[in-house]
């Protein structure tokens, strides 16, 4: 079982970047991988994700802001954030996409100060 370990998140002022990673434990070359947010209060949603081949989709709130990228060594996917909003605020976490319940992690905090 393929764990997965987030870190990057931080506090931030609005318009701030941060670089979020996601190390596995195993080879996810194949898998399609995606970066997901959960905002106090709601439910957990698709932030963007990329093929094993790097191709990328993203939620339209997020276009234009955010970049998911991987590398294969190490096993790791990334999710630059720019020009960040109040509203950006939330745990993420990484997952394969579709998400596999057996394997979200703790996720890292993005607090977004106004």
């Known amino acids: 079982q393929v764990q997965l370990v987030e870190s990057g998140g931080g506090l931030v002022q609005t318009g701030g970047s941060l670089r979020l990673s996601c190390l596995a434990s195993g080879n996810i070359e194949t898998f399609t991988m995606g970066w997901y947010r959960q905002a106090p209060g709601t439910q957990r949603e698709l932030v963007a994700f990329?093929?094993?081949?790097?191709?990328?989709t993203y939620d339209d709130s997020v276009k234009g802001r955010f970049r998911i990228s991987r590398d294969n060594i190490p096993n790791a996917v990334y999710l630059q954030l720019n020009s960040l909003k109040f509203e950006d605020t939330a745990v993420y976490y990484c997952n394969t996409y579709p998400p596999s319940s057996k394997v979200w992690g703790q996720g890292t905090q993005v607090t977004v100060s106004s």
């Open positions: 990329i093929t094993g081949g790097g191709v990328t």
